[in-house]
């Protein structure tokens, strides 16, 4: 199987840099990134590589090089899906919010919907790369779709053995192969991740197809690297590894609480535990509780196919994850409160950052959202900056949640251009994002325009404690160990 050209449905944060870079790795394949949705494809294709859809360190630069030589973005699907050999679906696979599963498993629709097109449109042999996150054996409904579409057979059962085939032939005589391929980038690094991954991941039951998809990462990606595995593993791994990685952060979270009320410093317990070379330093840090779109959507899904097995205590583990990040939150925005006297009502509360972590302009499931969900509900007057956010897509995040109505969310918070303009007559200061930058901000300047007493929470432990409070801010991290928690 000879991979010359490549489709990939989903131009989004997996879908943008993961095919940027094995274009520039890779000038021999041919690659046409498409989406149904066509100002992202316009996006893409502007002339301005500082305004690509999404923000990534050093994705303009992979962009630059490929785009136009053997890098495509397109909104033609048919024909991509026509030209291509190897497929990857990439599209979201959010949490339902609806019917059957709502707020827990993971809504296939879009995954479906792309089986379903290129069932319609293929009329030559194709490799499909699961990229989506998505339930462990959901390769068997694609394979099922791929072939039954038009009246042919699957090559396996849909619910057969573990690692069962899952490929097979049309009615028409084409063949299809289904392997899963999940992406472990993470955003912000995307780039580097791509460049230099810990590890790539093939999970498939057709040795050929496994050597065509191995073959293009063999290109920069040492052969120890790349493991295969069966269908199910893989799809499984994938949300394994996600559920450990937000573990991590709760758990050294839950600890953050203790050390807050024992006058333990976090950062330092974390230094001490992680240079057990069993634990390892790495996802230690305490936060206000992690973000993103993918952790709390791969975990509720985890605890949804667990339920499904009846496997009830596997669930519950689980969840805890979950239920301590939401605590996290919401003690944040209490201990706000809290310190300002029991009231927030028409107080400005200057937030800075409104990404989930620094370095990107993806807000989903911030936790930025929720503390100024809680604050707002207690009348509080927020002023939002974040350097890469826009406040189109702050202000969806808060509507999307159906709080208030649109109209009081405009009312009640705002967003600055200027980092000292947001902070100006605050009466406090909460970090929500580590952005390098507000380390480097002239905070003498920001004490003085500042109500009195002047707070300061610091929800990324980023600031420097001693530095702050001899300004004479009121500064509290979380995770204690500064002057003000001991
Ligand atoms: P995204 O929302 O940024 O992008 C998905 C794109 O798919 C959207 O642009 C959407 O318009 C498009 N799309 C949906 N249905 C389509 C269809 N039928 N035809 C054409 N286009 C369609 O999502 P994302 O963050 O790139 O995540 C994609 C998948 O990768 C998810 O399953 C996610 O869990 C997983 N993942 C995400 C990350 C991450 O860092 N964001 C990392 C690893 C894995
Ligand atoms: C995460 C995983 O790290 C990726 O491997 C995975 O591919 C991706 O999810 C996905 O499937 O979408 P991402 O969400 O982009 O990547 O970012 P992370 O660096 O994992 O951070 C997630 C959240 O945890 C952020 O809000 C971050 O601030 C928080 N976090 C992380 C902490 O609070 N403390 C830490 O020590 C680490």
Redesign the pocket.
Known sequence: MEIKNICCIGAGYVGGPTMSVIASQCPHLRITVVDSNPERIDAWNGPDLNKLPIYEPGLAEVVAEARGRNLFFSKDIDRAILEADMIFISVNTPTKTYGKGKGMAADLKFVESCARQIAAVATSDKIVVEKS?IPVRTASSIKNILTQADGGQSGGQSGGQAGGQAGGRTGRGINFHVLSNP??????TAVQDLLKPDRVLIGGDNEEAIQALTAIYAHWVPAERIITTNLWSAELSKLT??AF?AQ??SS?NAISELCEATGADVDEVARAVGADSRIGPK???A?VG??????QK?ILNLVYIARSYQLHAVADYWEQVILLNRHQRRRFADKIVRTLYDTVSGKKIAFLGWA??KDTNDSRES?AIYVADALLAEEAEITVYDPKVSPERIYADLDALGSRSPEENRRLLKIEKDPYDTMKGAYAIAVLTEWDEFKMYDWPRVYQNMQKPAFVFDGRRLLDAQKMESIGFDYYAIGGGSPQDL
């Open positions: 996150t992406e472990f980038l993470s955003e912000g590894a996600n990685l991590r952060v050294i996802f230690l840090k936060s992690f973000g993103g779109s993918c952790f791969d989930f972590k936790a």
